[in-house]
């Protein structure tokens, strides 16, 4: 597929998955949330994240994407250094700085809400936004690139580095149309159960990738 066909199929698909997302975000979005966040406590805990060694980056929601906010807290109460993403440029890989529940906040690009404090700090995982998601985990953002390159320049440094998305089920599609510079995500996180991809901790050799491989109880 070129470029020019691949760009297209991925806006068309980001116009059809804005409504499904926007649906889910109204319809219990907090109910839904909440879930998301058992879920991905449970799977933080897996992969042995959870011991307060490792810095987590969340994000802070635009538009209406699910809100982070029930497992920042969970994360923070387990004592997990947290940190939220700076956009820097346009071109260029986030940043990131240092957060917790109550931090000094300013307004940053795209009405994204960032920490104050500029201290610069390098996560070891990260909770990453998306509009849509496939059996691969590969992830379709808003076009910009941001966090393929920041995927892309961290695992260079630190190839240990975990990436779980945070959607609602109504986000998942069969497919995505990839570039070379698409990445793919370790797992994807929703109301409803842990999505692993392709050569994720933890999958079965032999599974098929994206299959639900564990429903951690609710909370």
């Known amino acids: 597929m070129a470029t ?7 806006a068309a698909l980001r116009t059809q998955v804005y409504a499904a997302r926007k649906a889910a975000h ?16 449970a799977e933080i805990e897996r992969l ?5 060694a490792t810095m987590i980056a969340g994000y802070r929601p635009i538009r209406t994407e699910i809100v982070p906010d029930p497992a920042l807290a969970r994360l923070h109460a387990a004592g997990v250094p947290l940190a939220m993403p700076v956009v820097v440029a346009k071109g260029a890989p986030l ?3 240092p957060w917790a529940p109550g931090t000094a906040e300013i307004e940053g690009a795209f009405g994204a809400r960032i920490p104050a ?18 059996t691969r985990c590969a992830r379709l953002g808003y076009g910009g690139g941001f966090y393929d390159r920041t995927i892309a320049e961290l695992r ?19 497919a995505i ?13 929703t109301e409803s159960a842990v999505h692993r991809g392709e050569g994720a901790p ?3 050799p032999g599974q098929t990738p994206g299959q639900i491989t564990d429903r951690p109880a609710r909370a």
């Open 177 to 189: 149309p990839r570039e070379t510079t698409d990445c793919l995500l370790d797992a994807v996180i």
């Open 117 to 134: 404090d500029e201290t610069a700090v390098v996560p070891g995982a990260l909770i990453v936004p998306l509009v849509a998601f496939d």
């Open 95 to 97: 940043s990131f700085r």
């Open 48 to 52: 042995g994240l959870a011991d307060g």
């Open 26 to 41: 109204g319809d219990d979005g907090p109910m839904r949330a909440a879930m998301a966040a058992a879920h991905l406590m």
């Open 156 to 174: 260079e440094a630190n190839p240990c580095l975990k990436t779980l998305g945070l959607a609602y089920d109504a986000q998942r599609v069969p």
């Open 4 to 10: 020019i066909d691949i760009a297209a199929a991925k």
């Open 202 to 204: 933890g999958q079965t």
